[in-house]
Structures are given as C-alpha cells and as structure tokens.
C-alpha cells in the first residue's frame, strides 16, 4: 500500500525512506507501545486478572526457548476516515537469554528479524534489502535499544522479555477479568486492561497448567479511528531444540545494505553495494 496522505506519513518521519521501504509498516506500531511509558502505582486490577496474569508471566518466563506461530491483523485509518485492515502471520523462535528470529508475512511486507546475541537485523524480503547494528547481549535490553534508539516499536514485543507482568502492566490504570471463552478451540481466561496514556488491550490466557497467551489486542483510544492490533497465538513449542544458526543472518545475493535510522532522521542512506 502507497502512502496517499493517511496516517502512513507520520510513520514515515520517525523511519526515513529506506527503512520505510524494507519494513511497510504503520504507525500504530509505535503507537500501541510508546503510550505504555509511565508508571502505573495507582492501578486498580481485579484480583483474578492480576494472578492469571501473573501467572502467564512466571509461565513464559521459565521457559528457557520456545516457538509460536501468530496471525495478526493491523489497521490503518485513511484520512477519510475509513478504516483499513492489513493481514499478517509469523513465526517467532526466542532462546534465552540472547537469540530471537521472528519471520513475518503480510499485505505490506515480508520481514525476517534475526538477534544472535551480538547484531540485529532486519531483512525486507520484497525489496532485499536489509539493516544491521551492534546489540546488546540480552534479548530484553535489545528489544529496549531497538525502542529507545531506533524507534523500533512492536505491538506483543511484552510477551517475549525475560518479564511479561512488568512491562505488559507499566502503565495500567485499571484491569478486570472477563470470564472464560474459547480461542481456536482452546479454554481461555479473558482479562481487559486499560492505560492511562490512550490504550485499551486484551488478552486471552489458556486455562490449564500451561497459562499461554493465546490472543492479544491493543486498542489505540485516542487515535482517530481507534485502531486495533490484534494477533492470534498458536501452534506453541516448548522444546524446539533451536541451533545458533537459525539466529545468524546471511545476506541473499545482491542484498543491499541500508541504514538503521534514530527516530529523528529525515532520510536514509545506503551502507555500501551488495553482500
């Protein structure tokens, strides 16, 4: 999708052209996350969703590696107003404490993220073209650097740090618990959550003795529209038996190389021909 004068415009000054070219994303990529940035001391959450989400936490966070298939939709909203709804599915492989590859597919991209515990790549298949950085040697504080220094923001990016309840609760103001219902034939806790900084979110978590995240929704309040992001979690693998070059990146041939842009950049620059 071209960028016609909606809300794709504003996206694109925080990435630059290049990156806007590799990526396709939108801006409530960013959005979703950066409103979740103050504390939340004050948060009223039902006591039943705080344990299961509690719960969930202390789930994810003992496994040591894990795989997830997820199918996701995103909206944008035009600048008439209509609402637009993009599609996209991935696969994420995480080994902690410091490997992460996400390949994802969709309307405006396909993407692979690859994290070896020293560099992070992005790779944009449709346009071969890709970016690397030095990383710090954590999956957590790569995902903090990737926000804080790239303006690389990822809606469900909570549930892969070494600490889901913290960051997923950071700015909470108030949080309840839905009853159960069912996720791709699955028994599922419903709990709703909202932040003070204009974001509602939701998540599903499996009932049972493995509490996994089976659906998640992030509700940007105060943007015209209020868009969605919404993904759906299955396919989960507790014991992938992941290998270190699944992590590694090597460029196709022909790739090119791009830069990585701080979220002030106007534009972007090529690093150099093909590798």
Known sequence: ????????????????????????????????????????????????????????????????????????????????GQKIQLQRSGDVRLQRPNRLRVDRTGDLARLHLFYDGRQLTLHGERANAYATTPAPTTVDATLDMASQKLGLDAPGADLLVSNPYAALTEDVCSGRYLGGSMVDGVAVHHLAFRNSDGVDWELWVEDGPRPLPRKYVITSRDLPGAPQYSVSLSEWNLSPQLTQDQFQFTPPRDAMRVSFLAPDSQGGAQQGGSK
């Open 1 to 80: 999708m071209t960028d016609t004068g909606s809300s794709g415009g504003s996206w694109k000054r925080w990435w630059g052209p290049l990156l806007a070219l590799l990526l396709g994303a939108t801006p409530l990529l960013g959005a979703a996350q950066q409103a979740k940035a103050s504390t939340g001391s004050d948060a009223r959450i039902d006591p039943q969703a705080q344990r299961i989400l509690r719960q969930m936490s202390d789930f994810l966070s003992a496994q040591r590696e894990f795989s997830v298939r997820t199918q996701g939709t995103l909206d944008e909203v035009l600048d008439s």
